[in-house]
Nanobody, 125 residues
């Protein structure tokens, strides 16, 4: 049974930093592309970042480029999202996702096979 469990979300002030973690089990972690998505109240789920299974290439949404960093530790089956210079518009539930094979684009949520339950990040201005 595949499980993705996010942690690290909390209430922070604008300009603060936060690190999210995703613990994966029940899958060959190193063979999966891993991604972070987020969903704000009243909005659709949106792509944040992805870490390719091949060569560890990374991809980011324009809105977080330069502020967020995705990383993975294949030995620990763990995915991370370092978030710096947080803004109020970063407030959302953040989800970890796993894709065995990306069919279209890394930002397409439909291409991911497994999802975590999410962790809430609230940025107060």
């Amino acid at each position: 049974q595949v499980q993705l469990v996010e942690s690290g979300g909390e209430l922070v002030q604008a300009g603060d930093s936060l690190r999210l973690s995703c613990a994966a089990s029940g899958l060959g972690f190193s063979t999966y592309t891993m991604g972070w998505f987020r969903q704000a109240p009243g909005k659709e789920r949106e792509f944040v970042a992805a870490s390719s299974r091949m060569f560890g290439a990374t991809y980011y949404a324009d809105s977080v480029k330069g502020r967020f960093t995705i990383s993975r530790d294949n030995a620990k089956n763990a995915l991370y999202l370092q978030m710096n210079s947080l803004k109020s518009e970063d407030t959302a539930v953040y989800y970890c996702a796993a894709a065995y094979r990306i069919r279209s684009s890394y930002s397409d949520s439909g291409g991911y096979d497994y999802w975590g339950q999410g962790t809430q990040v609230t940025v107060s201005s």
